[in-house]
T-cell receptor
Framework: EAQVTQNPRYLITVTGKKLTVTCSQN?????MSWYRQDPGLGLRQIYY???????DKGDVPEGYKVSRKEKRNFPLILESPSPNQTSLYFC???????????FGPGTRLTVT | AQKVTQAQTEISVVEKEDVTLDCVYE???????LFWYKQPPSGELVFLIR??????QNEISGRYSWNFQKSTSSFNFTITASQVVDSAVYFC???????????????FGGGTRLMVKP
């Protein structure tokens, strides 16, 4: 089954404690990205990757890091989480420009 | 810069009513793609439709229909004979096909929460 998986689905952590949210896709997509969803703001792109070892900033990259060492995986790293990073995070993957983006189930992160 | 506006933050209807969700977009590209996604209470994002800028034909899929008008930069979504299961947040999104370095970035509107009451 074609899918994007994310782990964990729910995470409560404290300010400053490094965390990683994993993302994996099984569709051999070159393009992967991370979004955060906040009330009234819709989804905003954090980082994206067009291929292995190729990543770039989206609209709201501050406080986040990513890596793309393998085509199927695109982890999101918060080196020192802060309360303003409390949000719902989605990983997405897709093919060529304009193709449908497939979204993971979401990770709800709370930073206290 | 591209922008998507969904002016209706919340809509409440009674079952079997028709409802239209508005979406207005801004882009400088001549080639772009428009999408609608549904987010039910369970939280996942469900793809509904994709439309490219060269195809202004309206589309119907069961009770769902979409009206794309380039002249007004709008891509509105209508649900006919709404049902309780249609209750969800609906997002309109835009992807510019030739933005250098941005790949497939989707710019989302703020979403419209639709509540369908029995």
């Amino acid at each position: 089954e074609a899918q994007v998986t994310q782990n964990p689905r729910y995470l409560i952590t404290v300010t400053g404690k490094k965390l990683t949210v994993t993302c994996s896709q099984n569709m051999n997509h070159e393009y992967m990205s991370w979004y955060r969803q906040d009330p009234g703001l819709g989804l905003r792109q954090i980082y994206y990757s067009m291929n292995v070892e190729v990543t770039d900033k989206g609209d709201v990259p501050e406080g986040y890091k990513v890596s793309r060492k393998e085509k199927r995986n695109f982890p999101l790293i918060l080196e020192s989480p802060s309360p303003n990073q409390t949000s719902l995070y989605f990983c997405a993957s897709g093919g060529l420009s304009g193709d449908e983006q497939y979204f993971g189930p979401g990770t709800r992160l709370t930073v206290t | 810069a591209q922008k998507v506006t969904q002016a209706q933050t919340e809509i409440s209807v009674v079952e079997k009513e028709d409802v239209t969700l508005d979406c207005v977009y801004e882009t400088r590209d001549t080639t772009y793609y428009l999408f609608w996604y549904k987010q039910p209470p369970s939280g996942e994002l469900v793809f509904l439709i994709r439309r490219n800028s060269f195809d202004e034909q309206n589309e119907i899929s069961g009770r769902y229909s979409w009206n794309f008008q380039k002249s007004t930069s709008s891509f509105n979504f209508t649900i006919t004979a709404s049902q309780v299961v249609d209750s969800a947040v609906y997002f309109c999104a835009l992807s510019e096909a030739r933005v250098v370095g941005a790949g497939n970035m989707l710019t989302f509107g703020g979403g419209t929460r639709l509540m369908v009451k029995p």
